[in-house]
């Protein structure tokens, strides 16, 4: 079947962290084409309802895998006539961070339908070429945080510098030298310590921080 | 009228250098909506004849600037239903560069209704949100030569390394230390000096380069 029209879509790359490694989520196909195979959660355009592609995406996340997400980063326009067995298409991609508490929350909704994976050695092939639109998605996260972006909406409430570090780590793939991490996030806008919170553990108490509600990354 | 499907199109942000400063082609819209106004040079969608969204752009800038370039560069797309009078509308933006020696050629074929502009001070209110397009492709061409990267295809078939820094001037809208300049482009794989062949001034002898054609900016 030929599309006179092409299709036009969204996808998501949706990425947390888990034990501190990175994740991303993939939902199983539930209908054709591809069938059974494992993809990015996105969604089919609805010009009536959807102010925007961006809600496409937002609409795709809450109803595909129950996730609501408060920004979301463009990462760009896939397009073609052989992406698609159902013709012509149009896939615009973007990616999000899930803060990783509210991970287990998610895990018992539809556990059959829906994995976070390793996003470079994820154990399903994925449809369509959702493997180069994760590739691009991934680069792009990489990119942001080694341009010193920092990934607050990736932590939970409550966390730690240390915390903070690791989540930089996971996405970067690399350790980071701790004293030039503490410098370069000194005097962050968006990183509020909780007036006499600390945890205590092993080490010295380490001040507890969150992040400030008004935070783009 | 609301169009059931989206209307889906291509703009291209066409830079080049004209006297050493940075210059974008607009064109004046020859039918509705907004005829008579000046807009980033973009067309419709052909499924039945577009490989995908950059064939659009690539025939859009030739049918509509007699232009073709040898690489386009995607920078964002953009959606909603209030963007376009005629409905639902989304355009995926790229920005091109044209080597400053193919200027006057194109000048001469339809000057009533092709104009470079300044980007950032065109006097040409632009038609729909094209003026958001051109800052987007505008930042975009601007962080990628700050991260270092070389705007060869902006250069003529020959030119000097000052040619090349005067280049990389315009578009970051400041003076580089030449110093500097020359040790970041030392050793740069595209950039060819051509033997025996300088051009004599009132300074001493320059090397005149070319750029390697596989090059990709």
Chains 1, 2 share one sequence.
Not at 149 to 155: G, H, K, V, Y
């Amino acid at each position: 079947m030929q599309l006179l029209f092409p299709l036009v879509t969204s996808d998501v790359a949706l990425f947390t962290l888990i034990d501190q490694r990175l994740r991303v989520l993939l939902v199983q196909r539930a209908e054709e084409p591809a069938m059974g195979k494992w993809a990015l959660p996105g969604g089919i355009l609805r010009p009536d309802v959807d102010e925007n592609l961006e809600e496409t995406a937002k609409r795709a996340l809450s109803s595909k895998a129950c996730v609501s997400v408060r920004q979301l980063e463009q990462v760009a326009t896939f397009s073609g006539a052989s992406r698609d067995p159902r013709g012509w298409s149009i896939s615009t991609l973007y990616y999000a961070l899930l803060p990783s508490d509210q991970v287990p929350a998610l895990a018992g909704i539809r556990t059959e339908a829906v994995r976070w994976e390793d996003p470079e050695n994820h154990k399903q092939p994925l449809a369509f070429d959702h493997a180069q639109l994760l590739d691009n998605a991934l680069r792009q996260l990489r990119d942001k945080v080694a341009g010193g972006a920092l990934p607050l909406q990736l932590m939970p409430n409550k966390f730690t510098l240390t915390d903070l570090q690791r989540a930089c780590e996971a996405i970067a793939g690399h350790p980071y030298d701790k004293g030039a991490f503490r410098r370069q996030i000194k005097d962050h806008p968006a990183l509020l310590a909780i007036d006499g919170e600390f945890l205590r553990g092993a080490q010295r108490p380490a001040q507890v921080y969150r992040t400030a509600m008004d935070f783009r990354f």
